[in-house]
């Protein structure tokens, strides 16, 4: 059974940080690309950041310079560490695990993140 946990989300002022954890399981981790994809109320998903199996990231304009995806195979988990925070950053993020060349691709069940005064 797979299973992306996301952890790390919460409540914090304008200019705070968070960092996001997403610990997966059932799967072999490395060959994965992971990304971290959020949803606002009343908007669609869209990407924040990815990291390819070879460590390539890219990022939505939005997030550039202040956010930055990592990953760490030993322990099956991918962080995005988000800097300068915005009100509009609040939405729920959702880790997301691609092996494209399989057709596999996995979501997590999401972490709320509210940027707030």
């Known amino acids: 059974q797979v299973q992306l946990v996301e952890s790390g989300g919460g409540l914090v002022q304008p200019e705070g940080s968070l960092r996001l954890s997403c610990a997966a399981s059932?799967?072999?981790?490395?060959?994965?690309?992971m990304g971290w994809y959020r949803q606002a109320p009343g908007k669609q998903r869209e990407l924040v950041a990815t990291?390819?199996?070879?460590?390539?990231?890219n990022y939505a304009d939005s997030v550039k310079g202040r956010f930055t995806i990592s990953r760490d195979n030993a322990k099956n988990t991918v962080y995005l560490q988000m800097n300068s925070l915005k009100p509009e950053d609040t939405a729920v993020y959702y880790c997301?695990?691609?092996?494209?060349?399989?057709?596999?691709?996995?979501w997590g069940q999401g972490t709320q993140v509210t940027v707030s005064s």
């Open positions: 059932g799967i072999i981790f490395s060959p994965y690309a």
């Open positions: 990291i390819t199996d070879g460590g390539r990231t």
């Open positions: 997301n695990a691609l092996l494209e060349r399989w057709g596999l691709q996995y």
